[in-house]
């Protein structure tokens, strides 16, 4: 298997590692219900098709990527960086 | 205070020459980090022009007169040289001198025997003369740099160092021991 980095390129999947599902990006506010709270730290999806998820180049660019990909047939359609997405801590 | 040695990550290895292949220690100068703020990238151009050099992108080097900048991650590299003025407020810059250690691997064939431990393509046109990879070495976090057709220059975290040399020295004596038999 092999992940394109957006900035090395074409990587062997041992250069990453693998975080879990994009939910992670997507940090309720403090005072959100417990049940976003919930919803955010335990319950996933389980696809059988396109998922999205977190991968980390660790041995590369020390960046952090989603990437999505297919369950199903395996294919990657897109590897994108974390950072400079729209919405983005600076 | 105690008096200090400092000591270099390779002192008293001699290079090894094996298989047409020269393994050598290199001798670092200062390392720095230059870690771009965000929307500091003007301002460091600016800082690095006067000195000919631009900040590199993605599997870049930037080279004059002694100074050298070297591609490291999004938004950074490291400088092997004297730090210039004028990056303050535009980057983070960190010392990382005596961190790393470095090799050098020479000779015909440099690219196939470095195959042997790297998982990315390091044929010349795939990574030609003047470009840096961060990639795996076998098990250690590398950055790679291309110098010549047969010739890279191999970095990695100071503790790694003497794995490194050996896992390199590897590569070459199993090289020299297949040469005779496939001659």
Known sequence: MRLTCPLCGPRDRREFYYYGAEDYLNRPDAGAPGSAWDDYLHNRDNPAGMTRDLWYHEQGCAQWLIVTRNTVTHAVTAVDLVAGRQGAAT | ?183
Not at chain 2, 21 to 45: F, N, Q, R, Y
Not at chain 2, 106 to 118: D, E, K, N, S, Y
Not at chain 2, 146 to 166: K, L, N, P, Y
């Open chain 2, 1 to 183: 205070m105690p008096e200090l040695i400092a000591k270099g990550p390779f002192d008293g290895v001699e290079p090894l020459v094996m298989a047409g292949l020269t393994l050598a220690p290199v001798e670092d100068g200062p390392i720095w980090s230059i870690a771009l703020l965000p929307g500091g990238a003007k301002a460091a151009a600016k800082a690095l022009k006067p000195l000919g050099l631009a900040f590199p992108g993605p599997g870049g080097i930037s080279e004059k007169a002694g100074l050298r900048l070297v591609w490291t991650g999004r938004d950074q590299a490291f400088l092997f040289g004297d730090l210039p003025a004028g990056l303050e407020g535009a980057a983070v810059v960190t010392d990382q001198s005596g961190g790393w250690a470095g090799v050098t691997l020479t000779g015909p064939g440099a690219a196939r025997a470095l195959g042997r431990l790297v998982a990315v393509d390091v044929r010349l046109a795939a990574f030609p003369v003047g470009g840096v990879v961060r990639t795996g070495l076998n098990h250690m976090s590398a950055v790679i740099l291309r110098t010549g057709e047969d010739a890279f220059e191999i970095r990695v975290f100071r503790s790694m160092a003497r794995t490194c040399w050996h896992e390199l020295a590897e590569v070459l004596r199993h090289l020299g021991a297949r040469a005779p038999l496939s001659a």
